[in-house]
């Protein structure tokens, strides 16, 4: 079974600072895994995604993920945090052999403070 | 990419009545999904919508609670009948943006459902 784990209910850091917010998956075949941002009172939005190919996925607002096979991680990075990316953020998990079923993380929410 | 029009955004309803969600997409898409979010926590998946044929509920869902319509490859609606409270949440629809599932979803903004 397909399963995404966010391990950070709230993630704070100061602006101009790095951002991690963390993301580990299982599932059976290879993953497709994927982030999405939903701000305060606005719908879920993509961010990012890695099919295969290249372990750094580089998406929008300047925010990029690392796949590590490994440790079976997609963590969420970027240099510089800016006030405005305090938002939910979610992880999730498709499988190639799972159907087009995706699974949501938890989602962890970001607090960037000026 | 795709976009989604959802309606209605919010709605107040009473217990034992029932809800239509629409969403309209402006593209031909083969898949639909019918997500809920309830507060504060993650999106379970409720089922998949295909053209043509019989929705695909996951497990806790079922089609006489959660009915779906998807006369289309552009439209589709989720109807939550013979609401509780506990149905209270944000239900979404979304669509897959590429092929094979390699793309990522886009969603509907949502419907705000409270019943009280």
């Known amino acids: 079974a397909q399963s995404v784990a966010q391990p950070e209910d709230q993630v704070n850091v100061a602006e101009g600072n790095p951002l991690t917010v963390k993301c580990t998956y299982s599932v059976s075949g290879n993953p497709y895994l994927f982030w999405y941002v939903q701000y305060p009172n606005r719908g879920l939005q993509f961010l990012l995604k890695?099919?295969?190919?290249?372990?750094l996925v580089k998406g929008s607002y300047g925010f990029e993920a690392e796949f590590n096979k490994s440790q079976t991680s997609f963590h969420l990075k970027k240099p510089s945090a800016l006030v405005s990316d305090s938002a939910l953020y979610f992880c999730a998990v498709r499988s190639n052999t799972g159907g087009f079923k995706t699974i949501f993380g938890a989602g962890t929410r970001l607090f960037v403070k000026a | 990419s795709a976009v989604i029009s959802q309606k209605p955004s919010r709605d107040i309803c009473q217990r034992g009545t029932s809800l239509t969600i629409q969403c309209q997409v402006d593209?031909?898409?083969?898949?639909m999904f019918w997500y809920r979010q309830q507060p504060g926590q993650s999106l379970t998946l409720i089922a998949t919508a295909n053209q043509g044929s019989e929705a695909t509920y996951e497990s806790g869902f079922v089609i006489d609670k959660f009915p779906i319509s998807r006369p289309n490859l552009t439209f589709s609606t989720l109807t939550v009948s013979n609401m509780s409270p506990e149905d209270s949440s944000i239900y979404l629809c979304?669509?897959?943006?590429?092929?094979?599932?390699?793309?990522?979803?886009?969603f509907g903004s949502g419907t705000r459902l409270t019943v009280v």
């Open positions: 979304s669509v897959d943006e590429g092929l094979e599932g390699a793309g990522g979803y886009t």
């Open positions: 890695y099919i295969t190919g290249d372990n």
């Open positions: 593209s031909q898409v083969t898949m």
